[in-house]
């Protein structure tokens, strides 16, 4: 029965790739799963004897999709569905390392699979069910995933007032796909900025070998700038400069390293132990290399040449004009069109004198074609700005967003109409 079974359902599934494969493009790729994915398990089911236990697993390529569920480890899988405790000992000892091994099963097997190794009918259909989703993954889910959040969690300080801080800077830096950023103060924001440069890169990715294939269309329409697109290949991975001199009594900066090696998430990371001011205006190594990016090092030297598109301020500012001295040195070196951020500055009396001050400026300039002299002297006054404030906080309760905007700059545009 169990054969007659398995032969309708093979059935059904040429069918529908009957039905989907109607280019030479689709035919390539649905050969190239079979020989490379398919066949070695079909090779393996038809050795097994049905009392058997478990089999080590033969290995499997790397997902092509590297931002698929198949490409997590099956670690984040139960981990997200709460299951590791339970089993995740179990698939360690028969080498069952990634989704993508679970993913290759057709349904019935994958079930077979897991009865053999323990897991409850309850366990089995979720692992099965979340194993064969067709959802992206960073951490098996993205940042919104249990497994994102729960690793998230030990960088998480009430202090630092970042709880809702995160998410923005994720949304913001998945909109604006920035290249190069640089973080002042790492901990619990750090690890969601890396998230979104890790999702923008795996999505840069995906628009870019459709656009080269067969062109990214939307109602027969051309949706995407190759050209834009061709130039980030080129640049991946996106990295995240972390600074920080982990001298807070609160920090949890050296935490950063650790999770987002658990994450997946080191190459896109260079961590610097160092002080801000000190670092102003010296130059930022991208260092080669997953262990490399991921190193603390305290003698990094970002390379002039490679502006930033993001920098975000998550640091005390001192007295005296120290956040104006430390942004005469890094201002200029946001790209035209990029952004800073800084925290906390409506909320308390000290950083509210910068700000006030920066916005005095930029009212008087209104109507005037100023020049692009350098927040003080750095920002200048071709700049806009806007800040948030959380009503229910006393402290660390606000962010304020600069855009550099000099002389001659401009968003482009592409079509007539939206």
């Known amino acids: 029965m169990e054969a007659e079974e398995a032969e309708a359902h093979i059935a059904a599934q040429l069918l529908e790739w009957q039905r989907l494969l109607t280019t030479p493009s689709a035919a390539r790729a649905a050969l190239t799963l079979v020989r490379e994915?398919?066949?070695?398990?079909?090779?393996?089911?038809?050795?097994?004897?049905?009392?058997?236990?478990?089999?080590?697993?033969?290995?499997?390529?790397?997902?092509?999709?590297?931002?698929?569920i198949a490409a997590a480890s099956v670690s984040a899988l139960l981990t997200e569905l709460g299951l590791e405790p339970l089993y995740g000992a179990t698939f360690d000892e028969y080498s069952l390392c990634s989704v993508g091994q679970l993913a290759a099963l057709l349904p019935?097997?994958?079930?077979?699979?897991?009865?053999g190794l323990g897991l409850t009918s309850t366990h089995r259909e979720r692992v099965r069910d979340l194993a064969h989703s067709a959802r992206p993954c960073g951490a098996s889910g993205g940042a919104w995933s249990a497994a994102f959040l729960s690793a998230c969690r030990p960088l998480h300080a009430a202090h630092m007032g970042c709880e809702n801080m995160g998410p923005l800077l994720y949304s913001l830096a998945r909109f604006l796909k920035p290249r190069q950023v640089l973080e002042v103060g790492a901990g619990y924001t750090s690890v969601w900025l890396l998230q979104a440069l890790h999702d923008n890169?795996?999505?840069l990715s995906r628009c870019h070998t459709a656009a080269r294939q067969e062109g990214y269309l939307v109602g027969g329409v051309e949706w995407v700038l190759p050209d834009v697109l061709e130039e980030r290949a080129r640049d991946m991975p996106s990295v995240l400069h972390c600074v920080d001199n982990m001298a807070h009594e609160h920090?949890?900066?050296h935490l950063v390293t650790d999770i987002a090696a658990r994450l997946g998430l080191s190459d896109h990371?260079?961590?610097?132990e160092a002080d801000a001011y000190q670092l102003a205006g010296k130059q930022l190594r991208r260092e080669g290399g997953a262990a490399a990016r991921a190193a603390s090092t305290s003698t990094s030297e970002v390379d002039s040449s490679e502006q930033l598109d993001m920098l975000?301020?998550?640091?005390?500012?001192?007295v005296g004009g120290r956040l104006d001295r430390f942004l005469d040195a890094w201002w200029p070196r946001i790209r035209p069109g990029g952004f800073l951020l800084v925290h906390s500055t409506l909320g308390n009396a000290m950083t509210r004198k910068w700000l006030e001050n920066i916005r005095s400026r930029r009212s008087m300039s209104k109507g005037e074609t100023p020049t692009d002299d350098g927040v003080g002297d750095a920002i200048g006054t071709n700049f806009e700005s806007i800040s948030f404030m959380e009503p229910h906080k006393k402290f660390q309760s606000s962010v304020s967003l600069f855009q550099r905007r000099p002389d001659g700059w401009g968003e482009p545009i592409h079509t007539m109409y939206p």
């Open 37 to 68: 994915r398919l066949l070695p398990w079909l090779e393996c089911a038809a050795a097994l004897d049905a009392e058997a236990t478990p089999p080590d697993p033969p290995p499997l390529p790397e997902a092509s999709d590297p931002s698929s």
């Open 312 to 318: 975000w301020l998550d640091f005390g500012v001192g």
């Open 108 to 115: 019935r097997r994958l079930d077979d699979l897991l009865r």
């Open 269 to 272: 990371l260079q961590l610097h």
């Open 201 to 203: 890169d795996h999505e």
């Open 251 to 253: 920090t949890t900066a």
